[in-house]
T-cell receptor, first 113, second 114 residues
Framework: AQSVTQPDIHITVSEGASLELRCNYS??????LFWYVQSPGQGLQLLLK??????LVQGIKGFEAEFKRSQSSFNLRKPSVHWSDAAEYFC???????????FGAGTRLTVKP | DAGVIQSPRHEVTEMGQEVTLRCKPI?????LFWYRQTMMRGLELLIY????????DSGMPEDRFSAKMPNASFSTLKIQPSEPRDSAVYFC????????????FGPGTRLTVT
């Protein structure tokens, strides 16, 4: 079964600094990969997704992620973080024709002024 | 569209009571998912429906939990009897199309069982 590991429980960055959130997946075939963001008291919102093709995917709010099969990773990046990016970020994996999406434990992002 | 609607937003109940959580998916979506989020276990898929039919309920923790989807615009998750360990945030999400993973989440229901 597929699974996701987010090694960092909590990350703090300064506003304007770059950001990278790590995600490693375990799945035998080509995975479908996602990043979601959850603001306090809110549901999850999809930031971006990877199904196939170009390994660098662009998402909303200036985020991007890169799929690296050799490293089983799908790290999320943003060149310049804004205070409004403070939230919990979840990486998720699913397989073709299977709606059983598995979420990582999440990484909480704090943005310092 | 108003997005996925869940009610109530907060529920506090005593152990042993019946709890019913409600969800209205986005109009036109044919998949509906129920998730539970806790600090200890993270976000877990409980059950999902396709065209109002339960497809996979392997995530439902035990027989005290049941879910129904009587029509395309309404679903319920019921816990009877409730226990303190059921305290969590319960999310409903919906999506459209086979293998569509762009799930739209509701704001969640925070359940506290005392």
């Amino acid at each position: 079964a597929q699974s996701v590991t987010q090694p960092d429980i909590h990350i703090t960055v300064s506003e304007g600094a770059s950001l990278e959130l790590r995600c490693n997946y375990s799945y035998g075939a080509t995975p479908y990969l996602f990043w979601y963001v959850q603001s306090p008291g809110q549901g999850l919102q999809l930031l971006l997704k990877y199904f196939s093709g170009d390994t660098l995917v662009q998402g909303i709010k200036g985020f991007e992620a890169e799929f690296k099969r050799s490293q089983s990773s799908f790290n999320l990046r943003k060149p310049s973080v804004h205070w409004s990016d403070a939230a919990e970020y979840f990486c998720a994996v699913a397989s073709y024709n299977n709606n059983d999406m598995r979420f990582g434990a999440g990484t909480r992002l704090t943005v310092k002024p | 569209d108003a997005g996925v609607i869940q009610s109530p937003r907060h529920e506090v109940t005593e152990m042993g009571q019946e709890v019913t959580l409600r969800c209205k998916p986005i109009s036109g979506h044919d998949y509906l998912f129920w998730y539970r989020q806790t600090m200890m276990r993270g976000l877990e898929l409980l059950i999902y429906f396709n065209n109002n039919v339960p497809i996979d309920d392997s995530g439902m923790p035990e027989d005290r939990f049941s879910a129904k989807m009587p029509n395309a615009s309404f679903s319920t998750l019921k816990i009877q009897p409730s226990e303190p360990r059921d305290s969590a945030v319960y999310f409903c999400a919906s999506s459209w199309g086979r293998s569509s993973y762009e799930q739209y989440f509701g704001p969640g229901t925070r359940l506290t069982v005392t």
